[in-house]
Nanobody
Framework: QVQLVESGGGLVQAGGSLRLSCAAS????????MGWFRQAPGKEREFVAA????????YYADSVKGRFTISRDNAKNTVYLQMNSLKPEDTAVYYC?????????????????WGQGTQVTVSS
């Protein structure tokens, strides 16, 4: 079992930055790929970024590529999402997820564990 707790969300002006953190419980954190997904009001949950268990491979949605950076610290059981140049359309609840990904890091159904989410609001 893995429990995930996100933090770092908040209100920021367009063009600003936030760093989200996701702290994981359990000794097997380093076995799991980690992903960030988001869900805006009235929209489906969408993939944002993912990182392989070793940290050697990262994946991004086209909408955030070049602005967001995912990283992990396996010694601290934590994954991060650095978000720069934020836009109003980035406003959403951001979820952290963990899974033994096989078919694809962008697929939500590849992830077995999910956090409760943290709200990010970008004002124009």
């Amino acid at each position: 079992q893995v429990q995930l707790v996100e933090s770092g969300g908040g209100l920021v002006q367009a063009g600003g930055s936030l760093r989200l953190s996701c702290a994981a419980s359990g000794r097997t954190f380093s076995r799991y790929a980690m992903g960030w997904f988001r869900q805006a009001p009235g929209k489906e949950r969408e993939f944002v970024a993912a990182i392989s268990w070793s940290g050697s491979n990262t994946y991004y949605a086209d909408s955030v590529k070049g602005r967001f950076t995912i990283s992990r610290d396996n010694a601290k059981n934590t994954v991060y999402l650095q978000m720069n140049s934020l836009k109003p359309e980035d406003t959403a609840v951001y979820y952290c997820a963990a899974g033994l990904v096989v078919a694809g890091h962008r697929r939500a159904d590849e992830y077995d564990y999910w956090g409760q989410g943290t709200q990010v609001t970008v004002s124009s």
